[in-house]
């Protein structure tokens, strides 16, 4: 263990902030979490948690208990801070640093010589080194790294998380991790801070290649979805289903075609794209193109939410999902919140929304003709059924249950597509 460290305090105690600090709280370090949202803060130092993880709760719970885990809306003086706040976009799809920016400023009185500042948080390019600059002109007693310097008073560099939600506990010990220090120093610095627990390879490189590299795995992706959307509404002109043929295409030995769905959500995918879009505008055209394509799937699917719905009067719709993938209560960036959005507009329609992840709508959906309903009550009174997110409660869903339902699937998994609609004596059914 680097005897250095004694104390870390993660900054944004969210989705990546609060499991991982109790992954360093695990190797019996003192660690705070500091966060601006007193909720956040109480409901961690009563040994719960504000999020849905599976396994994390248990585990915060033992740490509070032990004396190793702990929330402060201050920040504190440590050895090690980790800064892992929101990275969202503004209008024109600008990055939004904000939230980082902030949580430079609040540490910035409590750093000193010696100590490591490590930025997760998905980042334009260049953020790593303006962090640098920030901290130099608030803290001019103090050395900080630069491309130039190699001797610092404070080492600073990057290291984007790479987990999904509903594994992100074993995905922080298991994944390998990229990080970029501003100096080599910086980034064995951090290597060995994150070897305390991280089973995967660390493999080091400079902060502007990591912050690069995380918006390149994410683009990768986002261009792959985009295909495979694009795919489905071609095939949604030429009468051809969909699932079929990207089915039968995938036994090419050479061919992996992914999952269309209603779009594209989340804090990562949705956003991170748009952060290289914003870097080189002339360049990367074919990025976004998938971004383009991605956000017009939801566009898609109201329109045959509205085609299927004419043939009704005032229907009820039971909107199957809200978070923006299977099993988690994070809305960020949601497609399906979206189209729920859209889907208020039209006053003849009754909404029910399915959400077992959640105990009440966000703001933006609060809506006297929006209810959020359990999921046996919601199917026995819907008119028309749309999945839009593959929950695991919706597997309970059986063929009587769904008799004269209109039932509009949009995520096709395969449990789905068993359960909807080759098992089903539907009035109407749509695969897409």
């Known amino acids: 263990m680097n005897s ?3 104390k870390i305090s993660v900054i944004g ?21 500091i966060d601006i949202d007193a909720n956040t803060v109480n409901t961690i130092n009563a ?3 504000h999020i849905v993880e599976p396994d994390l709760e248990e585990v915060v719970h033992d740490l509070v208990s032990k004396g190793y885990l702990r929330a402060s809306l201050q920040p504190e003086p440590a050895d090690a801070f980790l800064i892992t706040v929101p990275t969202p976009f503004k209008e024109n799809y600008q990055p939004d640093l904000s939230y980082v920016t902030a949580a430079v400023n ?3 009185a409590v750093i000193k010589k010696g100590d490591l500042i490590i930025l997760e948080s998905t980042s334009p390019i260049g953020t790593t080194e303006a962090i640098a600059k920030q901290l130099a002109a608030l803290r001019p007693d103090l050395i900080f790294p630069s491309v130039t310097t190699e001797q610092a008073d404070v080492n600073i560099a990057y290291c984007p998380e790479r987990v999904m939600p509903g594994q992100i506990i074993r995905e922080l010990i298991e994944n390998d991790r990229i990080i970029g220090g501003i100096t080599k120093e910086c980034a064995q610095k951090a290597k060995a801070l994150y070897q305390l627990f991280v089973k995967g390879v660390c493999l080091t490189t400079n902060s502007r290649t990591a912050e690069m590299t995380k918006l ?6 986002d261009v792959n979805i985009a295909f495979a959307n694009e795919l489905s509404m071609v095939c949604d002109q030429l009468q051809i289903d969909c699932w079929e043929l990207i089915q039968l295409a995938n036994h090419h030995p050479r061919v992996k075609i992914l999952q269309p769905g209603p779009g594209v959500g989340g804090h990562c995918i949705a956003v991170d794209p748009w952060f290289i879009v914003h870097a080189s505008p002339e360049q990367a055209k074919l990025i976004r193109k998938a971004r383009e394509v991605n956000d017009a799937k939801s566009d898609f699917v109201l329109a045959k939410i509205y085609s299927f719905a004419a043939a009704k009067t005032k229907p009820i719709i039971a909107c199957m999902g809200l978070s923006y993938k299977a099993n988690t209560n994070d809305l960020r960036e949601s497609p399906a919140v979206k189209i729920v959005q859209h889907l208020l507009k039209q006053t003849e329609y009754h909404l029910l929304a399915v959400e077992p992840n959640i105990d009440r709508l ?3 959906l609060i809506h006297e003709r929006l209810k959020l309903n359990e999921l046996e009550q919601a199917i026995k009174v819907a008119d028309i059924i749309v999945l839009l997110v593959n929950h695991k409660e919706f597997q309970s869903l059986n063929e009587q249950q769904l008799q004269g339902k209109i039932i509009m699937n949009f995520v096709n998994e395969k449990q789905f597509s ?15």
Do not use: D, W
């Not at 600090?21 to 003192?30: G, P, V, Y």
């Not at 390149?216 to 992706?221: G, K, L, V």
């Open 4 to 6: 250095n460290i004694k």
């Open 13 to 33: 105690l969210g989705y990546i902030g609060l499991p991982t600090a109790a992954m360093f709280a695990l190797k019996s370090i003192q660690v705070v979490g």
């Open 47 to 49: 040994g719960k948690i």
């Open 106 to 108: 609040s540490i910035a």
């Open 216 to 221: 390149t795995e994410n683009a990768f992706r």
């Open 362 to 364: 966000p703001a933006t």
């Open 418 to 432: 068993n359960k909807f609609i080759h098992q089903t004596q539907a009035e109407e059914m749509c695969l897409v």
